[in-house]
């Protein structure tokens, strides 16, 4: 029989808070449940406590203090593990009963500290603790107050602090480099085989679902062999929620991966959705280490650990070693290295703070690849040499759109054959992958790639370190680089951001006076000229139109134009000069140095030229003239005003440049959604998919796309219900809190509430809190705490009885199956929002119907936001609008079957009672 460990549990208090109230377990076992002022008294007499989330746990109190968070033990303890950063998730973790109250969980916050050292100990002989107890005593001296537990718990308590389990960029294992895979073959997927092959995904146990099969058949006709060059095949597929469209397109998806012997492209809007799929590929391939090859995850460089970064932290004077020797185990264990929403959690920048992550990830173009001492350990050219020869490889829609317009991410190659899941999300993607920004941070971010730190400790090192050897091996680089060092001095430096920050936000006083900063300065001024007083007045950002341009305005960007004329040109001779010495010495070069110049070909075009080319469009629009009146443009350009100045452009219709970059190059491309249509009325069906194919480009496309619409399987009738809440207070902030607090209380919480304003949100929720947590029911709120979206989301998941309010961004992000979600309120109806962009948009692609053009918009959000409440057949749930002013032609956004009932807000809140009473709920 086994012996217990001896562990060594700190003496330490425990401490769990909520709104106005906290519980505090003492050292001496007297559970105290107290309000704020109390508890921060009560805590000034003893030791640092144990807690869950350090930052969230003492906003709460309005304090700060030390503590012992159990989520750094975790870290240590189990890494890249995902875990909701609550007691009763930790609980789960740990095969422990979660917690019903805040004391009852802080009356096992020991227990679960006893929990994790006990697994340390169990498992102390594997090889990834070797050198554990060492890690812990350096992070101790650092000031970790959890070494001497873990250590203990290691069967180590003497150990010496060891840096060698920091030093990654020496343990991590090297990859070996592969011949370039061939191009693929075009064989066809027959439909009768997708759905064989779905048939086998799912197994002999799965319930037969007619819709999913349908939907993968239909799904083929996107892998046919191209016939005409530009014209793709293209399948629009709409698939309800519940259709099962994941497997259904993974079905022919690898199919035509596996015969063909090439990539297929998996691309998502969110993260939670490319989890979800890498999930069920495990139905194709159980095997981890063949899923890993024939699967990757592949985001952009800079969400990657970067070695060389990495050990620059390590090296650094006063370094946080504490988040560094978590971030070692980390790595040890990770499957991909991915620093931004990977298999780290994302509480881990809550914790340590926002800059220590970008700081150890790659940063955009400055990678100096070949020459880079841990190259062969790179965790970045990893990802990059698994996804050259995967069968499906996962994205998301900005990248795989950078991939189209730079003809490659880090080679060449552009997959022919795309799924694009989420496609209602398109329109949007493509409107940021084609916009342009010209302001004080995005040119002082060029200058610091150029030049480098200027003076600082970052390694930050600039052009000229970084090609310095390319310089020694052709002299002929040496005269355009000095000239493009010195033609990047126009742009604003380091003494910009101090000016800016000094200012607190941007006023003409503090910008400067050279060429771009005397630009910036005519923004400011006709952006304020042009502004509403209470614009001018607030501290949010606004907007005003580039046309007319004035004068003053139109001189300084001629001006700036000429400079960055200045600057592209030598940075064009380095590039060519670069690409000729690889023509010149194709047949004696090593392969690490075609590599390397190839790469630095790469970064010039993307990280400057592309962007200074983009730049100098703009500039010449604002010394042209304007566009007549009512003439349709292809760009819409407009000045922003806030934390800095900016010169914005935004593609008219951004779907037209993605059908032309990326769709008419492949070879097909299925773009699929559960709301890809705008469901106006039984009166013109049709008018849905002409609206699907104007968001998603297809109509650009010379080939019609192949229409696919598969109904959702779900009872809505009998799961939902919809209240639009006719006495609703619209203007007054205590009635719309009360209003909120009803229906959340109403629904025993499992609640998601969506505001169209954050003011409106902070000011629900601080009249809300108290009484729900009164009833144990925990209250979240994007803007209000101290966690990211993801991790809101992912506590939202976790708590079967939490309520979150949020913005727009929670309408998209929140996918939670089950009883965790079953009620969405909407503050007000989601009209977009009439800034200039949208103005201009409604004029020419409204075709001639504005009034349509908007209510389009706002069904589809409405659809969005009511899809989240059923993920599967055993789900029930309730959407409420607070708004009386909704109009009933926005009412075909929900099922046909659902009666949209329009009473009164106590009608409302009884009916929710009722409809979650048991045992319905």
């Not at 921060?40 to 968070?69: E, N, S, Y």
């Not at 009209?831 to 962009?837: E, Q, S, T, V």
Request: glycine share 6%.
């Amino acid at each position: 029989m086994n012996a217990l460990p001896r562990l060594l549990l700190p003496d330490a208090p425990s401490l769990v808070t909520a709104h106005g109230r906290a519980a505090i377990l003492t050292v001496e076992g007297e559970l105290l449940t107290l309000g704020v002022e109390a508890a921060r008294a009560a805590l000034r007499g003893l030791p640092p406590p144990i807690v869950i989330h350090a930052p969230a746990t003492l906003k709460r109190l309005g304090t700060t203090l030390r503590t012992l968070d159990l989520l750094e033990l975790f870290a240590f303890v189990m890494p890249a593990q995902p875990l909701a950063p609550t007691p009763a998730a930790l609980a789960r973790a740990l095969d422990m009963e979660p917690p019903a109250t805040i004391e009852a969980a802080a009356a096992m916050l020991p227990d679960f500290a006893r929990a994790l050292l006990t697994r340390l100990s169990q498992a102390k002989t594997l090889r990834m603790n070797r050198h554990a107890a060492g890690l812990a005593a350096l992070m101790g001296g650092a000031g970790w107050p959890w070494a001497k537990a873990v250590a203990a718990a290691l069967d180590d308590a003497a150990a010496r602090p060891d840096r060698a389990p920091l030093r990654l960029w020496s343990i991590l294992p090297e990859w070996d480099d592969e011949a370039p895979r061939p191009p693929p073959s075009s064989f066809a997927v027959a439909p009768d085989a997708a759905r064989a092959r779905l048939a086998d995904l799912l197994g002999d146990q799965a319930e037969p679902r007619p819709a999913q099969s349908d939907y993968a058949s239909a799904a083929t006709a996107a892998f046919a062999p191209a016939a005409i060059e530009g014209a793709p095949h293209c399948v629009l597929a709409e698939a309800g929620t519940g259709t099962g469209k994941t497997l259904g397109y993974l079905a022919p998806a690898s199919l035509w991966a596996e015969r063909n012997q090439g990539p297929v492209w998996i691309s998502t809007y969110t993260r939670h959705l490319q989890r979800q799929i890498e999930q069920e590929l495990a139905r194709l391939e159980p095997d981890p280490a063949r899923r890993r090859n024939r699967v990757v995850l592949r985001k952009g460089r800079e969400n990657y650990l970067c070695l060389l970064n990495y050990e620059e932290a390590v090296n650094n004077v006063g370094a946080n070693l504490v988040a560094l020797g978590l971030i070692a185990r980390w790595a040890l264990v990770s499957s991909d290295h991915d620093v931004a929403g990977g298999d780290l959690p994302g509480w881990f920048a809550e914790l340590f703070g926002t800059t220590l992550l970008p700081q150890i990830a790659d940063r955009r173009g400055e990678c100096i690849h070949g020459a880079c001492p841990h190259f062969k350990r790179c965790t970045i050219e990893h990802i990059i040499r698994r996804a050259r020869g995967a069968d499906l490889v996962i994205a998301n829609h900005a990248l795989v759109m950078a991939q189209a317009v730079w003809g490659g991410l880090d080679d060449n190659n552009v997959p022919t054959r795309y799924v694009f899941d989420e496609g209602h999300h398109l329109f949007d993607a493509a409107d940021s992958a084609f916009s342009a920004e010209l302001s004080g941070i995005a040119m002082a971010e060029l200058r610091r790639w150029l030049l480098g730190a200027e003076g600082g400790r970052s390694r930050a090192r600039g052009i000229a370190l970084r090609i310095a050897d390319l310089v020694e091996a052709d002299e002929t680089l040496a005269a355009p680089l000095e000239a493009a060092l010195i033609a990047a001095r126009v742009l604003p430096g380091s003494a910009f951001f101090a000016r800016l920050g000094a200012a607190g936000g941007v006023e003409l006083d503090s910008i400067g006076t050279g060429t771009a900063e005397a630009f910036l300065a005519a923004l400011v001024t006709q952006a304020r000229a042009r502004a509403k007083p209470a614009d001018r007045e607030s501290n949010l950002d606004f907007e005003v139109d580039l046309h007319p341009v004035e004068p003053a305005l139109a001189e300084a960007a001629a001006a700036l134009e000429r400079a960055l004329t200045r600057l592209e040109t030598p940075l064009k001779a380095i590039r060519e000069r670069l690409l000729t010495r690889l023509d010149e010495e194709a047949a004696t070069i090593e392969e690490r140095d075609r590599q390397r110049i190839e790469a630095m070909a790469r970064s010039l075009r993307r990280r400057a030229l592309d962007q200074l080319a983009a730049w100098r469009r703009m500039l010449a629009a604002a010394s042209a003239a304007p566009p007549a009146a009512g003439e349709r443009p292809r760009s819409v350009l407009f000045i922003r005003l806030g934390r800095d100045a900016a010169l914005l452009s935004h593609l008219l219709d951004p779907t037209e440049a993605f059908a032309e970059i990326v769709a008419a190059p492949s070879h097909g491309l299925l773009i699929t959604s559960a709301t890809l249509r705008d469901h106006a009325g039984p009166a013109d069906p049709e008018s849905g998919w002409r609206g699907a194919e104007a968001r998603s480009g297809a109509r650009y496309l010379p080939t019609p796309a192949i229409r696919a619409g598969f109904a959702s399987p779900f009872d809505y009738a009998a799961q939902t219900r919809i209240f639009v809440v006719r006495d609703a207070p619209r203007d007054n902030i205590d009635g719309l809190a009360a209003a909120f607090r009803a229906l959340f209380l109403a629904s025993g919480g499992g609640a998601l509430g969506l505001f169209t304003a954050i003011a409106r949100l902070r000011a629900v929720q601080s009249r809300i809190a108290p009484a729900l947590e009164a009833e144990n029911i925990p209250l979240y709120a994007q803007h209000v705490d101290v966690m990211n979206n993801a991790t809101l989301v992912d506590v939202f998941r976790a708590e079967q009885n939490a309520c979150l309010l949020g913005t727009d961004a929670m309408r998209d992000g929140v996918d939670v199956p089950g009883n965790a979600l079953r009620l969405v309120v909407f503050e007000r109806t989601p009209w977009p929002r009439p800034d200039i962009l949208h103005r201009v948009r409604r004029a020419h692609l409204a075709d001639g119907d504005a009034k349509a053009y908007d209510d389009a918009i706002v069904r589809l959000r409405l659809r969005q936001g009511f899809g989240r409440l059923i993920r599967r057949a055993s789900d029930r749930g309730v959407f409420v609008l607070l708004d009386r002013a909704f109009p009933s032609r926005l009412e075909s956004a929900f099922p046909p079957d659902v009666i949209v009932q329009r009473i009164g807000l106590a009608e409302t809140v009884a009916s929710v009672a009722a409809f979650f009473a048991p045992p319905n709920l």
